[in-house]
């Protein structure tokens, strides 16, 4: 069982940054596909990004690639953190949405499909303005 607890929303100016953390309790973390969806008021739920257990594939929307990156910290020991983090660069009025993280056990496909992750957060707002 994983529970996912996101953070690091805010308000932000139009080209403006923030970082979203995504920390994960449960000793199995590391053996996770994890992902960042983002839904819009009045809209459904879209992919932004997502990376691979290993941290060695990584997908992105294409609305976001190039402006967004998706990183992980794989705790090897209890002490550490497991942590998954996206880094929101050059920021659009459009961006604005609840962000929440997601995770599932190892899959090869369909990284972009919500209903193929088990675990979801609570989720963080991020407001940009123009």
């Known amino acids: 069982q994983v529970q996912l607890v996101e953070s690091g929303g805010g308000l932000v100016q139009a080209g403006g940054s923030l970082r979203l953390s995504c920390t994960a309790s449960g000793r199995t973390f590391v053996m996770y596909d994890m992902a960042w969806f983002r839904q819009a008021p009045g809209k459904e739920r879209d992919f932004v990004a997502a990376i691979s257990w290993s941290g060695g594939t990584t997908y992105y929307a294409d609305s976001v690639k190039g402006r967004f990156t998706i990183s992980r910290d794989n705790a090897k020991n209890t002490n550490a953190k497991n942590t998954v983090y996206l880094q929101m660069d050059t920021l659009e009025p459009e961006d604005t949405a609840v962000y929440y993280c997601?995770?599932?056990?190892?899959?090869?496909?369909?990284?972009?499909?919500?209903?193929?992750?088990?675990?979801w957060g609570q989720g963080t707002q991020v407001t940009v303005s123009s």
């Open positions: 997601a995770g599932r056990l190892p899959l090869s496909i369909d990284p972009e499909i919500g209903s193929r992750y088990d675990y």
